[in-house]
């Protein structure tokens, strides 16, 4: 068993050019240093919208992307993700074609915040648990259980600080790309959220941002809770580029 976090970025910021750049080398160490720290295993890079490979420190990393498409974040993680993509020129269906082409996951990245893609009728592999909002986690919970796929958990980290506050736990012999991708495959994966003091703070602090910007879209079958699911026609901008 494995404590992997499949959804971290090198940088902290992206209201550039998604493309590497000379920090990529200083942040993946700093994120690998904190997750060693943390009890992590291993960490997949997911910056957005292309993938350079990076060493993690003292932890594993698998190699990963965060494709913007035109209906939200897919994230591809496996032995082969593409090095780059251009923002929302993609379809949510060719991108989950293109990462089972290169032996990867295709999972559905925070499914209800600035996102439709989990309107998509495609043959996703997962659908996360995002550390920034775990209080989703029962409607995340009951999406999953509706399109009958498994869960997976990533901390969406920009800061060191962030990694791990939401982890997978992978079920796998050895820690290799190809056996993450498997376990996702088969449903040998469980998320799990941190609850360290920082990681209940952060919280608090997405949760205002979130509910500023009005990235969060509750679903529709909360009505009794004021549940304003509706559709959205694209995207924009992820909300770390804004």
């Known amino acids: 068993m494995f404590a992997l976090d499949l959804h971290t970025h090198t ?18 160490r700093l ?32 190699p990963g992307i965060e494709v913007t498409t035109t209906r939200g974040h897919v994230l591809v993680v496996g032995p082969d993700p593409p090095r780059f993509t251009r923002p929302e020129r993609l ?28 309107e998509v009728d495609a043959d996703f592999d997962a659908i996360e648990v995002n550390g920034k909002h775990p ?36 079920d796998a012999d050895e820690l290799t790309a190809e056996a993450v991708v498997d376990a996702i495959r088969d449903g040998d994966v469980e998320p799990v959220v941190g609850d360290f003091l920082t990681d209940r703070l952060l919280r608090r602090f997405y949760r205002r941002i979130h509910e500023q ?25 992820a909300p770390d580029e804004d």
């Open 11 to 28: 940088r902290f910021f992206h209201g550039f050019e998604s493309r590497p750049t000379p920090f990529d080398p200083v942040g993946a």
């Open 31 to 62: 994120l690998g240093e904190v997750a060693h720290r943390r009890g992590l295993d291993g960490l997949a890079f997911t910056n957005h919208d292309y993938y350079e490979p990076q060493a993690a420190g003292p932890v594993a990393h698998v």
């Open 91 to 118: 379809e949510p269906e060719a991108v989950v074609e293109m990462a089972h082409d290169r032996g990867c996951a295709a999972i559905i990245a925070h499914p209800y915040r600035n996102s439709t893609v989990r």
């Open 135 to 170: 209080r989703t986690q029962e409607w995340v919970e009951r999406l999953a259980a509706d399109h009958g796929l498994p869960l997976v958990g990533g901390s969406d980290a920009h800061y060191p600080i962030e990694v791990g506050r939401a982890f997978t736990r992978v």
């Open 213 to 237: 910007k009005r990235h969060l879209q509750r679903p529709a079958w909360l009505d009794g809770e004021g549940g304003t699911e509706e559709p959205t026609p694209g995207v924009g901008s």
